[in-house]
């Protein structure tokens, strides 16, 4: 989860939009939330003014015996109304006076939640917010989330009110979470389907870029989609059909001269066995073979980079074991130090001839040949170790180099042209692989292969 969510390309892009959305409802909040508070705080202190004056008109309009019946139908459930001798010039009296009126409603609220709030004061309400007959004073309550008023009535007796609604929301309402929750759904829908239109033609240039670069045969990509995308697929197609027609070029070149070389050089060595004298008729007859050999060395190596073989999936364990037994009953001194099956794609033919190479190399420069495999949680390493005199460290990448042959161990006598490890490198590395060499103490040499398994 955490490799999908952080690296592919749609939990990205989904994370960076619900990232964006959450930031943008903090800037929400922190812009507006205020505004939007004191909205709501104005149109409550409105409502209650206003239905306050109109029981104040109505309780100056009706006969005394009617005023208990007026404020009981004024009553409700958060404001409460009642009559009084003095005005309430105490805010600390007043608040007492309002709490238990507050607790003979249908629901009356907790004692804890009204508790008692010191230094607030009566302020005196112009006429444009009050709409009443006499002067009224406004009382801020903001722990009760409410308001009082006094206003004196017509027949002298003062009209108390108060407003309070303690715990209720200041925050959204939960219908705002809800929007908010199907909106962020909505989003990340739209954005993996987006995401999976641009990411699916990537994957496929993905693993056709890995297939190419192990060397297989790949068929040419979809040109479809975005423009940016189909570019990228034309781009690619365009490349891989030049690759193809270079190494193309490049085999039918070698076998031309290998065939064009291989008439005069049996033509040579037709006539250098007339040559009278024994010594140098010997010498141009090995020149001679040599060349030849070389010549078709050369043509092996170009070949190499001309994808002709299948891929499919083999035991790499199997064909390591199957091959160590085919040069032990040649002869060879090879041992196989076996592992788990591990089912691999590749070139069968060709990754056996690179291991038959290797194999050959650590029998006849150090004696004998130990292969044995790591496994990785990424790659497949395979040894090859031999009891040689081994390498000098700065010389051992020359030795990949086509044709370079190190005169301290691997002279003309020995036999060869010096082709053996760079074939072998080359279809390693048309594997996604590489091969490295490493000395042994107290001697021999290491010969590694190393296979990617993703």
């Known amino acids: ?80 109304y009642w009559l009084g001798e003095k005005p309430a010039n105490d805010p ?22 009204l508790p008692v709030i010191e230094g607030v004061k009566w302020e005196e309400l112009t006429t444009e917010e009050w709409k009443g007959e006499s002067q009224a004073h406004l009382l801020h309550l903001p722990d009760w989330n409410g308001f009082g008023l006094t206003t004196k009535t017509k027949e002298g007796s003062w009209l108390h009110a108060v407003y309070a609604k303690p715990g209720a929301p200041v925050g959204p309402p939960g219908s705002y979470y809800v929007s908010m929750v199907i909106t962020a759904v909505a989003i990340c829908f739209v954005t993996a389907l987006v995401a999976r239109r641009v990411g699916r033609p990537l994957g496929r240039l993905s693993d056709a870029a890995e297939k190419l670069g192990r060397g297989e045969e790949t068929p040419p ?79 092996a190596f170009a070949r190499e980079d001309a994808v002709l073989e299948a891929t499919r999936n083999v035991d790499v364990m199997a064909l390591l074991e199957s091959l160590c037994e085919d040069l032990s009953q040649l002869g060879w001194e090879v041992r196989f130090t076996g592992g788990e099956a591990l089912a691999w794609r590749c070139r069968p033919d060709s990754l056996r001839r690179a291991l038959r190479n290797l194999i050959e190399n650590a029998v006849r420069y150090g004696g004998a040949a130990a292969v044995s495999s790591e496994r990785g949680s990424s790659e497949l390493k395979i040894h090859i170790d031999d009891e040689g005199p081994g390498i000098p460290a700065a010389e051992q990448e020359k030795v990949f180099i086509p044709f370079v042959r190190l005169e301290s161990s691997r002279n003309r006598s020995t036999g060869g042209t010096g082709l053996g490890l760079a074939i072998a490198r080359t279809i390693v590395r048309n594997h996604g692989g590489d091969i490295s060499l490493q000395n042994r103490s107290p001697k021999g040499l290491r010969a590694t292969i190393r296979l990617p398994l993703d």
């Open 1 to 80: 989860m955490k490799r999908f969510w952080m690296r592919s390309l749609t939990g990205q892009w989904v994370t960076l939009v619900l990232l964006a959305l959450a930031v943008s409802q903090l800037l929400f909040f922190a812009i507006y939330r205020g505004d939007q508070m004191r909205t709501v705080f104005l149109l409550r202190r409105d409502e209650f003014l206003s239905r306050a004056a109109s029981v104040s008109r109505l309780l100056d309009s009706a006969e005394p015996n009617l005023h208990p019946g007026i404020l009981n139908a004024a009553n409700t459930v958060a404001v409460r």
């Open 221 to 299: 990509l979809p040109e479809e989609g975005a423009d940016d995308v189909r570019r990228t697929a034309v781009a690619f197609n365009r490349m891989q059909s030049r690759l193809k027609l270079y190494v193309e070029d490049r085999t039918r070149m070698m076998a031309a001269i290998s065939h064009d070389l291989r008439t005069p050089i049996t033509s040579l060595r037709l006539q250098a066995e007339f040559v009278s004298d024994a010594e140098t008729r010997d010498k141009l007859v090995t020149t001679l073979d040599e060349m030849k050999e070389i010549t078709e060395a050369s043509l």
């Open 92 to 113: 600390i009296e007043w608040e007492k006076a309002a709490r238990e009126s507050l607790m003979e409603s249908s629901r009356p609220p907790r004692l804890e939640d």
